[in-house]
């Protein structure tokens, strides 16, 4: 027996297509999706313009980083990007008073942010809220949105986006 919804689909079914009526989204909900993007920071909230922002990412690939308070990761970060310097910073105080369990794990995002992983996840509640908020403003990208991600995004702020035709399988990654 599947545990998720979107296993138990996925076992019976080729394809499930369904369509999005992006011009119903408020206005809000396209501003959080349009600086979800161009900021390279998605919530992994539960969110119909976290899920938008996630699906865009998966189809159009771009730098980013995926953001929650326990887990996040980071995508194709450029090398010299401030996050890197800011991770090692954080993450040397926060050692400081860590105990064993969470060591091994501040030391790992130590070894990361020295080499410069462009890609890989971390642990964050290895940190407190404070150091959390300081990871958070450092995890943004000014991505430079173009082709079609950008006539896409140009459309949806314009409402002239209409029915989109998504595929459950690459939306619904949450269940």
Not at 4 to 28: G, H, P
Not at 72 to 81: E, F
Not at 99 to 123: F, G, K, L, P, W
Not at 168 to 175: L, V
């Amino acid at each position: 027996m599947a545990t998720y919804l979107r296993q138990e689909i996925e076992q019976y079914t080729r394809s499930v297509t369904m369509e999005i009526d992006f011009n119903l989204f408020s206005d809000r909900q396209i501003k959080n999706i349009l600086k979800q993007v161009k900021n390279g920071s998605v919530s992994q909230g539960r969110t119909m313009p976290s899920a938008v922002a996630r699906w865009l990412i998966k189809k159009y690939p771009i730098p980013h980083f995926n953001i929650s308070r326990w887990y996040s990761s980071w995508k194709d970060i450029p090398d010299g990007h401030t996050f890197f310097e800011t991770l090692k910073n954080v993450a040397s105080v926060a050692k400081i008073n860590a105990d064993s369990y969470d060591i091994n794990h501040i030391e790992t995002d130590i070894v990361n942010a020295n080499n410069q992983t462009t890609s890989t996840e971390m642990r964050m509640y290895t940190y407190d809220k404070e150091t959390v908020k300081v990871l958070k403003k450092a995890m943004q990208i000014n991505n430079v949105v173009e082709g079609e991600l950008k006539e896409f995004l140009d459309k949806l702020e314009n409402k002239t986006l209409g029915l989109v035709a998504v595929k459950f399988q690459e939306f619904a990654d949450s269940y």
